[in-house]
T-cell receptor, first 111, second 110 residues
């Protein structure tokens, strides 16, 4: 059974800081790993998708890495802004069986 | 270019009433999923369907039934709604290239 852990559960930083969100998973039989953003009361917005054959993906100030063999992914946010405040979820997509999401990291960026 | 469409967006039910949440995707994805998200919590898998004609229980299936009507549509039925089923319900689909989510159904059972 896949277990997904996201650390830290909550993070508060001043504007402008670089930060790292961590995701670990127990089953490496995955097609890919996806990072989502969720604003309060809203749906999920896909940020980055890393296929299992890839090591990292970048989009603007966001960079996500994947080490499938060790069951780890990180989301790096550069020069954080108050608009980055949200909950970030990681989701490894299994090549068979049930999908499991992490509980997320709630980020607050203070002006 | 609709992606995943969920209906309705909002619903209020009385305890004991039944209803069906509808989900349709137009991306030819094999797998479809139903999740619930309670306030301040993560997503919990209710049921999923790996392909047309198959369904399997997820983490929290009690009180729900599903139907994979065809490759496009995956419905979730509450036979006798309970206040504990008050939640936001998300449908998603995938085919090995990441998940696509619907916008959610906010359900309140009074």
């Amino acid at each position: 059974k896949q277990e997904v852990t996201q650390i830290p559960a909550a993070l508060s930083v001043p504007e402008g800081e670089n930060l790292v969100l961590n995701c670990s998973f127990t089953d490496s039989a995955i097609y890919n790993l996806q990072w989502f953003r969720q604003d309060p009361g809203k749906g999920l917005t896909s940020l980055l998708l890393i296929q299992s054959s890839q090591r990292e993906q970048t989009s603007g100030r966001l960079n996500a890495s994947l080490d499938k063999s060790s069951g780890r992914s990180t989301l790096y946010i550069a020069a954080s802004q108050p608009g980055d405040s949200a909950t970030y979820l990681c989701a490894p997509e299994p090549d068979a069986g049930k999908s499991t999401f992490g509980d997320g990291t709630t980020l607050t960026v203070k002006p | 270019n609709a992606g995943v469409t969920q209906t309705p967006k909002f619903q209020v039910l009385k305890t004991g009433q039944s209803m069906t949440l509808q989900c349709a995707q137009d991306m030819n994805h094999n797998s479809m999923y139903w999740y619930r998200q309670d306030p301040g919590m993560g997503l919990r898998l209710i049921y999923y369907s790996a392909s047309e004609g198959t369904t399997d229980k997820g983490e929290v299936p009690n009180g729900y039934n599903v139907s994979r009507l065809n490759k496009r549509e995956f419905s979730l039925r509450l036979e006798s709604a309970a206040p504990s089923q008050t939640s936001v319900y998300f449908c998603a689909s995938s085919t090995g290239r990441g998940y696509t989510f619907g916008s959610g159904t906010r359900l309140t059972v009074v």
